[in-house]
């Protein structure tokens, strides 16, 4: 019978891209709740959950690191393929948002050059330079500082974490499908 030494085993890939998942959702949640007071000068719960996540940026960053991160040596094309499969993706996201619980999230009906409201050129432009900085700097920088911390995180408490986590987001994305449901 062969045992494998627990301390030596790794998160596999799709654990890694779950982390991510949870680490870039709650930081744009962060990102979107201090715009949204910058902007009226007092918290507004942002997004769709019930909890401090945002989906779409961890989707967002889970698509980069998986289909764009070949393109990191190639500026125009990571900031084209970006543009276009974030617009599409945020289009799919926003159209199935506004089809399942008929409400929006985003609205760019007032910005030049939109598509029913759900993208916009502006928002394209941005998408291919968020992707730009992501790819060659942020996501290098969290890769490395995760690495070190998943690195002195036991693997069974590594899991339980990522499982623990999936577990809540099912139980918030339930909650919240009932809350707009309804």
């Avoid at 009226?40 to 769709?48: I, N, P």
């Amino acid at each position: 019978m062969n045992f494998v030494n627990k301390k030596n085993v790794k998160l596999n890939r799709l654990q890694i891209l779950i982390l991510y998942f949870f680490i870039f959702a709650f930081i744009g949640w962060c990102m979107e709740t201090l715009y949204a007071i910058y902007n009226l000068g007092f918290f507004v719960k942002r997004g769709f959950l019930y909890g401090p996540l945002c989906p779409i940026y961890g989707f967002g960053a889970v698509i980069m690191i998986t289909f764009l991160g070949k393109y990191k040596r190639n500026s125009i094309k990571l900031f084209l393929y970006a543009s276009i499969l974030f617009s599409l993706f945020e289009y799919i996201a926003g159209f199935a948002l506004d089809a399942l619980f008929s409400a929006r999230w985003w609205d760019y009906t007032d910005e030049f050059f939109n598509l029913n409201g759900r993208i916009s050129i502006f928002y394209s432009f941005v998408w291919g330079i968020i992707s730009l900085l992501f790819i060659n700097f942020i996501y290098p920088f969290f890769k490395k500082h995760i690495n070190v911390l998943i690195s002195k995180i036991p693997y069974i408490y590594s899991t339980l974490i990522i499982n623990i986590l999936t577990l809540i987001l099912i139980f918030d994305f339930s909650f919240s499908c009932v809350k707009y449901l309804t």
